[in-house]
């Protein structure tokens, strides 16, 4: 018998519709914007391999705040993850690089929601983490 893995899941549901009901579309759509615009720039900072544990740790704490409070608990998880073993000086590079890869996925499960809620999504500029990782 083949073990078949299933996806994860990237995204906490009632965290979204909540959000979406007790803000505008508008306002959600502009948040969805900035979480992706700061989540860019959090991925390039702690994907850096000149970081010591306490920079990984402090940078991987505020991903973990931050997306999980707009339901991407998947990449939540994983960067509260990075945080704890980095306060054991245990973190890898390779393990901060899976972020990059969650938070792609994440981000277009957050699309393909907006879609079915019928919310623009509001095109932000691509990311450079995303690109550096797929050339």
Not at 30 to 43: A, G, H, Q, R
Request: hydrophobic residues 35%; glycine residues 2%; proline residues 2%.
């Amino acid at each position: 018998m083949a073990f078949i893995e299933s996806e994860p899941d990237y995204l906490d549901y009632k965290i979204l519709d909540t959000l979406t009901r007790v803000l505008s579309k508008d306002r959600f759509s502009s948040l969805i914007v900035c979480l992706k615009e700061t989540t860019d720039k959090e991925l390039a900072a702690i994907t850096d391999d000149d970081l010591d544990p306490h920079q990984v740790r402090h940078l991987a704490h505020r991903i973990y705040g931050m997306v999980g409070n707009l339901g991407l608990v998947y990449l939540s998880g994983k960067a509260r993850e990075i945080e704890r073993m980095a306060c054991a000086d245990k973190c890898t590079l390779y393990l901060r690089l899976s972020l990059v890869d969650i938070a792609e996925k994440s981000l277009d499960q957050l699309s393909k929601y907006q879609a079915q809620q019928n919310i623009e999504n509001v095109k932000s500029p691509e990311s450079r983490v995303f690109r550096r990782f797929k050339s």
